[in-house]
């Protein structure tokens, strides 16, 4: 079946699909049924089966004969450490760490936030939680202590599993201080913490609440799997909300299995036994489902990569992990790709090693811009498919199936909708638009498995911020539009369309000419507020390695280069040269942020950036354009 066939009956008939899906995961007890729809617009997947995640992504494996092959490799330039855990060990591992937590007296259902590095150790929490029906709420590692507070408030965990550290490019980050903060702060305190001490960094533990990570596993009964109900909550994982109170996105166990099952080779064109490689962070949501759950669920190997695209050593540290580890499918951000061709245009560092093993790059996270798209698929070789999807939905709302058929790359294109994903566009009146025209994206209730059925204790919250604005449907947040073949385009965040003299323009269109600029490796377009036009747009230009030319001649001729793609009726006419452009550990640009600062206005400093002296910088070389006064 291609994948015509395939998408239409995951839409005429939800229920066949899906049960069938759900044939290649092991449960104790089979659902009665796929969705359950009685709370509608409420919906839930597989509730009254019974299943363990755990035992799909560890014990089946060896289960199966396949407990030699390796289920991690860990890999650390910051370190130097390169290991290997086979699914054997790996089971062991986990089956002691959740025995230890058990004979603590964690329970099905407690919480246990996970504050850890990118070290195999933070899966093997993960895993260890799902063995025993806990919720787990992983933070990423070196969070402020308020924003950590926060969170043990929110979701109350019995536990805390933490590093005494985490390794940046050349220095030390201690989580600990950041840990006893926290607490402190924070109203709710935990039973008890486990530290895990790394060599770099030895941490004090507090007498009769801090555990050492080995000390307190020796000797316990390691732990069977314990089946829990289908809508038995996996995880918790906190996104940003515009609030300022981060939301609680919830995982039900038995749809996370499924959907992201199906994907490895749908999506990623995997086969059991091969080596996946997302390069992110297990404190997002691509780490919960790429390094994490995916891979392991499927029976390939991942690999836990503790480094940076650039600066660990160089620009050629992606290219040696692939080579080396035999990757055969890669994850990555976007703005991972702009860091190495800002920093080797060349790609000089690719020379020295050989690829030949991958099949794909995979880019999602925020836009590919249409040049970085080019740029890797030229250097590398290989089809370089972008994809869109949220924390919310935890897999891929649209992508290019290569497992089942490599569709066309339209580049700036994030492909197809994805089984299960009724995708529309939509006025503001909540009217399907026709194709070509930009509106808001929303996809038709109920979602496919896998994807968040409520916030956190927040019922009211996920019904104002997902479903009411459009009913009967899902609220993305983000603009785009289909073309006339039904590939989606998606433009910006809803909020990053700008209104200049009545015409509602995409920044992202705007931004993708500029990165079109031969000497811009990167760059961002924010709305500023316009006493005439409401609002004007504002470029901001981060130049590639070694550009010495005018700053004034490259943006007058980045100016008229947007004059020239999108018209006069786009009013750009100011940009600015930056060193960086502000962002969030994960890659994402702050334009929010940027535009309150263009404003002059008051901001509050977002937990999730990762150098906050970044935002002086841009405020001065706005100052120098007659803005952020």
């Not at 979701?155 to 985490?166: M, Q």
């Not at 809508?231 to 996105?249: C, D, E, W």
């Not at 038995?254 to 995997?270: P, S």
């Not at 058929?405 to 492909?415: A, C, D, I």
Request: proline share 6%; net charge negative; aromatic share 8%.
């Amino acid at each position: 079946m291609g994948y015509k066939e395939i998408y239409e009956r995951s839409l005429a008939d939800p229920e066949g699909f899906w049960l069938e899906q759900a044939e290649a995961i092991d449960w104790t007890r089979k659902p009665s049924k796929a969705l359950f729809d009685d709370n509608a617009p409420l919906y839930e997947w597989y509730s009254d089966g019974l299943v363990n995640t755990c035992w799909n992504a560890v014990d089946r494996h060896v289960e199966a004969g396949r407990g030699a092959q390796a289920a991690i490799i860990h890999d650390s330039p910051v370190t130097g450490i390169k290991q290997k855990i086979s699914y054997a060990q790996l089971r062991s591992r986990v089956a002691r760490l959740a025995g230890a937590l058990r004979d603590k007296g964690v329970e099905k259902g407690d919480r246990v936030i996970i504050y850890m590095p990118m070290v195999p150790e933070a899966l093997e929490a993960m895993l260890a939680c799902a063995r025993i029906g806990a919720v787990h709420s992983v933070v990423f590692g070196g969070f402020a202590a308020h924003e950590l507070a926060v969170r043990i408030d929110d979701c109350a965990p019995k536990a805390i599993i933490a590093a005494s550290c985490g390794i940046e490019p050349g220095r030390v980050v201690q989580y600990k201080p950041l840990l006893d903060g926290a607490i402190e702060q924070a109203a709710h305190k935990p039973d008890f913490c486990v530290i895990f001490q790394r060599e770099e960094e030895v941490a004090h533990l507090e007498p009769g609440r801090d555990l050492d990570w080995h000390a307190f596993q020796y000797g316990v009964e390691p732990a069977e799997c314990l089946p829990v109900e289908g809508n038995h909550p996996a995880y918790i994982l906190y996104t940003s909300g515009t609030t300022g109170q981060p939301k609680g996105v919830v995982r039900h166990t038995a749809g996370h299995l499924v959907a992201l099952n199906w994907t490895m080779k749908n999506i990623y064109d995997v086969n059991p036994g091969e080596v996946f490689w997302a390069a992110s962070d297990v404190g997002w949501v691509v780490g919960h489902s790429y390094i994490c759950y995916g891979p392991l669920i499927h029976g390939n190997t991942t690999v836990v990569f503790e480094g940076k695209p650039v600066g660990t050593p160089d620009a050629g540290t992606f290219w040696r992990v692939i080579s080396e580890h035999k990757v055969r499918s890669f994850f990555t951000a976007p703005t991972a790709f702009r860091a190495i061709k800002r920093d080797d245009p060349d790609a000089k560092e690719l020379q020295k090693y050989d690829i030949s093993c991958l099949r794909a790059l995979y880019l999602a996270g925020e836009r590919a811009d249409p040049d970085t798209i080019n740029w890797a698929a030229d250097k590398m070789g290989v089809p370089v498919y972008d994809h869109w999807w949220q924390t919310e939905t935890g897999w891929t709302i649209a992508g290019n199936p290569a497992g089942i058929e490599p569709m066309e790359v339209k580049v700036g294109s994030p492909t197809v909708a994805m089984p299960g994903y009724d995708v529309q566009i939509l006025d503001e009146g909540g009217h399907e638009v026709p194709a070509g025209t930009l509106g808001a994206i929303a996809i038709r209730l109920p979602l496919p498995p896998g994807t968040l059925p409520t916030l956190w204790n927040a019922e009211a919250r996920f019904r104002k911020s997902y479903l009411e604005h459009f009913p009967g449907y899902y609220e993305t947040g983000d603009a785009g539009m289909k073309d006339e073949d039904g590939y989606l385009w998606i433009m910006a965040r809803t909020d990053d369309v700008i209104n200049v003299a009545g015409h509602r323009l995409s920044t992202g269109a705007m931004e993708e000419v500029l990165a079109s600029h031969p000497d811009v490796a990167e760059c961002a377009v924010i709305g500023a507020s316009d006493a005439l036009k409401g609002q004007a747009p504002v470029g901001f230009l981060c130049l590639t390695k070694g550009v010495n030319r005018s700053h004034d001649e490259i943006v007058k001729e980045c100016v008229a280069l947007v004059r020239d793609q999108i018209g006069p009726v786009a009013a750009f006419k100011l940009a600015v040269v930056v060193d960086r452009l502000p962002k969030t550990r994960s890659g994402k640009i702050l334009r929010a942020i940027m535009v309150r600062i263009a404003d002059g206005q008051d901001y509050k400093m977002p937990a999730t950036i990762d150098d906050p002296a970044i935002l002086d910088e841009i405020k001065s070389a706005l100052q120098g354009i007659g803005l952020a006064t």
